[in-house]
C-alpha cells in the first residue's frame, strides 16, 4: 500500500512556488520618492497659480458686490401691472401662444421670419445713428435677401449665407449715446421694461408707421397684424409667470432685467484694459 501510494504520488507532476523577495528599504525608498514628485508637482502647480494671476481670485467683498437695489419709484404702479400681466397671461396670452403653438411648424416660422424681416428696416437705421455701419449694411443685406430670393421674408435665406440676425433698436441707440436705462417700469401687455426701453419701443414702432412697408402698420389690418406679432412673440419665449413658486418674484424679475441692461450697456462702453490686465505681448 505504501509504494501504490508512492508511485501514485509520483506519477503527479510537482508544482514549486517561490515567494518574492522581501526588500523593505528600497519599498520604503520608493514610497518617500512618490512623495517627493507628488510635492514637487504641488508646489510647481502653485507656483504656475501664482504667476497667472490665481491669487486674484479672492472672494468679493460686499462692497464689491453688486447692488441689490433697484431704482423703482413707481412700485406700486408696477406691482399692479406685474398682477395684471400675470392674470392676462394665464387667462389669454398664454392659451393663445399654445393654440399657435398647434399650428404646422413651416407656418409658424413664416410668420415669425416675415415679422422679423420687419424689423430689419428699424435695424438698419439704428445701426447708421448709433455709428455701426457695418452692422447697417449687414442688416440691410438681410433685408433685401429675405425679402426676394426668401419671398417677402417668409423664408430665412440670409442666415444660411453667414449674415446672422443682430436686431437692434432706438433703445440700444440712446444706450450708445449714453443715456441711463431710468427707472424700472412694468409696462401693461408688455412686461419689464424701464424708462429708456419704453421710449425705445414707442420709437421703433414711430419709425415702421412714418416708413409704413407694404401699408401694414395703418388701417384695420394693423390691428390684426399686431397681435399675430403678439402671440408669434410670445410663443418664442419660454416664461410663465410664477413659475418658480417665490413669493418673492417681482423683485427678482425686476433685479435680473435691470442688470441685464447694464451688462449691456457696458458692452456698448467698453473700458480699455490696463497694462496690467494686458496679455503678454499686447
Same mark, same amino acid.
Given at each position: 500500500?505504501?509504494?501504490?501510494?508512492?508511485?501514485?504520488?509520483?506519477?503527479?507532476?510537482?508544482?514549486?512556488?517561490?515567494?518574492?523577495?522581501?526588500?523593505?528599504?528600497?519599498?520604503?525608498?520608493?514610497?518617500?520618492?512618490?512623495?517627493?514628485?507628488?510635492?514637487?508637482?504641488?508646489?510647481?502647480?502653485?507656483?504656475?497659480?501664482?504667476?497667472?494671476?490665481?491669487?486674484?481670485?479672492?472672494?468679493?467683498?460686499?462692497?464689491?458686490?453688486?447692488?441689490?437695489?433697484?431704482?423703482?419709484?413707481?412700485?406700486?404702479?408696477?406691482?399692479?401691472?406685474?398682477?395684471?400681466?400675470?392674470?392676462?397671461?394665464?387667462?389669454?396670452?398664454?392659451?393663445?401662444?399654445?393654440?399657435?403653438?398647434?399650428?404646422?411648424?413651416?407656418?409658424?416660422?413664416?410668420?415669425?421670419?416675415?415679422?422679423? &424681416?420687419?424689423?430689419?428696416?428699424?435695424?438698419?437705421?439704428?445701426?447708421?445713428?448709433?455709428?455701426?455701419?457695418?452692422?447697417?449694411?449687414?442688416?440691410?443685406?438681410?433685408?433685401?435677401? &429675405?425679402?426676394?430670393?426668401?419671398?417677402?421674408?417668409?423664408?430665412?435665406?440670409?442666415?444660411?449665407?453667414?449674415?446672422?440676425?443682430?436686431?437692434?433698436?432706438?433703445?440700444?441707440?440712446?444706450?450708445?449715446?449714453?443715456?441711463?436705462?431710468?427707472?424700472?417700469?412694468?409696462?401693461?401687455?408688455?412686461?419689464?421694461?424701464?424708462?429708456?426701453?419704453?421710449?425705445?419701443?414707442?420709437?421703433?414702432?414711430?419709425?415702421?408707421?412714418?416708413? &409704413?412697408?407694404?401699408?401694414?402698420?395703418?388701417?384695420?389690418?394693423?390691428?390684426?397684424?399686431?397681435?399675430? &406679432?403678439?402671440?408669434?412673440?410670445?410663443?418664442?419665449?419660454?416664461?410663465?409667470?410664477?413659475?418658480?413658486?417665490?413669493?418673492?418674484?417681482?423683485?427678482?424679475?425686476?433685479?435680473?432685467?435691470?442688470?441685464?441692461?447694464?451688462?449691456?450697456?457696458?458692452?456698448?462702453?467698453?473700458?480699455?484694459?490696463?497694462?496690467?490686465?494686458?496679455?503678454?505681448?499686447?
Amino acid at each position: 500500500m505504501l509504494l501504490l501510494g508512492c508511485g501514485g504520488c509520483a506519477l503527479k507532476p510537482v508544482t514549486y512556488h517561490s515567494l518574492p523577495d522581501q526588500t523593505p528599504a528600497a519599498d520604503n525608498a520608493a514610497a518617500l520618492q512618490r512623495e517627493r514628485d507628488l510635492e514637487a508637482a504641488q508646489a510647481a502647480a502653485a507656483a504656475r497659480a501664482r504667476s497667472e494671476g490665481a491669487e486674484a481670485r479672492r472672494p468679493i467683498t460686499p462692497a464689491e458686490a453688486p447692488s441689490l437695489r433697484t431704482y423703482d419709484p413707481l412700485s406700486r404702479l408696477n406691482r399692479f401691472s406685474y398682477r395684471f400681466n400675470t392674470r392676462f397671461d394665464r387667462l389669454v396670452f398664454l392659451p393663445a401662444a399654445n393654440a399657435y403653438r398647434r399650428i404646422p411648424h413651416p407656418l409658424q416660422a413664416g410668420v415669425h421670419h416675415f415679422f422679423g &424681416n420687419l424689423s430689419e428696416i428699424d435695424s438698419v437705421i439704428n445701426y447708421t445713428l448709433q455709428g455701426r455701419l457695418g452692422r447697417g449694411v449687414r442688416s440691410l443685406g438681410r433685408f433685401v435677401i &429675405n425679402s426676394t430670393v426668401g419671398i417677402g421674408g417668409l423664408f430665412e435665406v440670409a442666415e444660411r449665407l453667414r449674415l446672422p440676425n443682430r436686431p437692434t433698436g432706438f433703445a440700444t441707440t440712446l444706450a450708445k449715446w449714453g443715456m441711463h436705462p431710468g427707472a424700472y417700469v412694468v409696462i401693461p401687455f408688455y412686461g419689464p421694461s424701464s424708462t429708456r426701453e419704453a421710449i425705445g419701443l414707442v420709437a421703433d414702432y414711430g419709425t415702421l408707421y412714418a416708413i &409704413n412697408p407694404i401699408d401694414l402698420y395703418r388701417g384695420t389690418q394693423s390691428w390684426g397684424l399686431g397681435v399675430v &406679432n403678439a402671440v408669434d412673440q410670445r410663443a418664442h419665449v419660454d416664461f410663465e409667470y410664477y413659475a418658480t413658486g417665490s413669493p418673492f418674484e417681482y423683485e427678482m424679475i425686476r433685479f435680473l432685467y435691470v442688470r441685464k441692461l447694464l451688462i449691456e450697456d457696458s458692452a456698448l462702453h467698453p473700458t480699455p484694459k490696463t497694462n496690467s490686465e494686458l496679455p503678454a505681448g499686447e
